[in-house]
């Protein structure tokens, strides 16, 4: 079946400084990327939606100069947490999709634990 | 706007015991159900979906899911959990002309005893 890959499964970064979380569709062409956080015991709230080629959908209240997505190709996106603080500190998700796939198959990656100390 | 209630946060049960996990959703038009399962710091993993036709949905691990479109109701059960099912579980739905944007409820964690 499909693979999503996502890394770096977790990180350590010390405040202010940037971290980037790439997400790539191994075998498939992922035109839309969704980017999920989830807190501690809470459940996923998606930041934003991004196709390839073209600039991301955030969801409200999602600062996008912060959490900057990139979705260059069809098979790799990127969301950079830029000068990141704790409360930053998260776990972050991403999901692929494709037209080529049936509208209901949506595949995870493995997420990315980030704390900011 | 769609929403999805997990009425339970949490749920202790017995090995062997059977399990039921209840999820509720509104939604003004047709949407597409899931259940996911979560394991501690993994991604979710799809369990069983509701697109269309029968309302009786067979996943993987021995669940199952009803689809009560009369209670918008979708919940998940299983007659004899395992150890390993020790997880958090979400609901999720995405409206049929979303493109898998998926809304999840709270999530219910469920501690399967020995």
């Known amino acids: 079946g499909a693979v999503v890959s996502q890394h770096p499964s977790w990180v350590i970064c010390k405040s202010g400084t940037s971290v980037k979380i790439e997400c790539r569709s191994l075998?498939?062409?992922?035109?839309?990327m969704f980017w999920y956080r989830q807190f501690p015991k809470q459940s996923l709230m998606l930041m934003a939606t991004s196709n390839e080629g073209s600039k991301a959908t955030y969801e409200q209240g999602v600062e996008k100069d912060k959490f900057l997505i990139n979705h260059a190709s069809l098979t790799l996106s990127t969301l950079t947490v830029t000068s990141a603080h704790p409360e930053d500190s998260s776990f972050y998700i991403c999901s692929a999709s494709s037209p080529g796939l049936t509208n209901e198959k949506l595949f995870f990656g493995s997420g990315t634990q980030l704390s900011v100390l | 706007a769609q929403s999805v209630t997990q009425l339970d946060s949490q749920v202790p049960v017995f090995e062997e015991a059977p399990v039921e996990l209840r999820c509720n959703y509104s939604?003004?038009?047709?949407?597409?159900l899931f259940w996911y399962v979560q394991y501690p710091n993994q991604g979710l993993q799809l369990l069983l979906k509701?697109?269309?036709?029968?309302?009786l949905v067979k996943g993987i691990n021995g669940f199952e899911a009803e689809f009560n479109k009369s209670q918008t109701s979708f919940h998940l059960r299983k007659p004899s959990v395992h150890i390993s099912d020790t997880a958090e579980y979400f609901c999720a739905v995405t409206l049929k002309a979303a493109g898998n944007k998926l809304t999840f409820g709270g999530g219910t964690r469920v501690l399967v005893k020995p």
């Open positions: 939604s003004s038009v047709s949407v597409y």
């Open positions: 075998d498939f062409q992922a035109t839309t």
């Open positions: 509701y697109l269309s036709g029968s309302t």
